[in-house]
């Protein structure tokens, strides 16, 4: 198994769709369709059905994904550990934000942000508070800002900013 076959395994899984996860990896779709060719030859195990343009994770496909998510969570982990010991703050940050947060609170910290640390590339998706809490969960964000937290979470660190 490759980081590049897990990468689009869990982003068609996600989308649905071996065409939008080709544009979300920069790829060509022939190229998607390799990388989870390689991967199902490897594993032995077909891991989408596909009927038309609908894609379905097959038994399989569910048994790896979370596995697929916790590698990829772990290589970025991983990257992240060895590029910390140089002591600049650079990457990409990748945030969750509720929309009256960043409509109302967010733009003067955000400033003060990229002022101090502007190697660092702000992701930001607007969302609603459930979708980026279940995204924490998955490992797809670095950081959510939200209005209200659905439950507490053992494997979460979470605290209030704003009252």
Partial sequence: ?????????????EHRSFSDAAEVLHVTQPAISKRIHNL???????????????????????????????????????????????GSVGGKLSMGISHHIGLHRLPPVLRYFTRTYPEVRLDIDFMDSEQAHDMILHGELDLAIITLSPEKEPNLESFAVWN
């Fill in 40 to 86: 199902e030859a490897q594993l032995e195990h077909r891991l989408f059905d596909r009927i038309g343009r609908k894609v379905t994770l097959t038994e399989a496909g569910e048994a790896l994904l979370p596995q697929a998510r916790a590698i990829l969570l772990a290589m970025a982990n991983a990257e992240r550990s060895v590029h910390d010991l140089s």
């Fill in 1 to 13: 198994m490759d980081i590049h076959s897990l990468k689009a395994f869990v982003t068609i899984a």
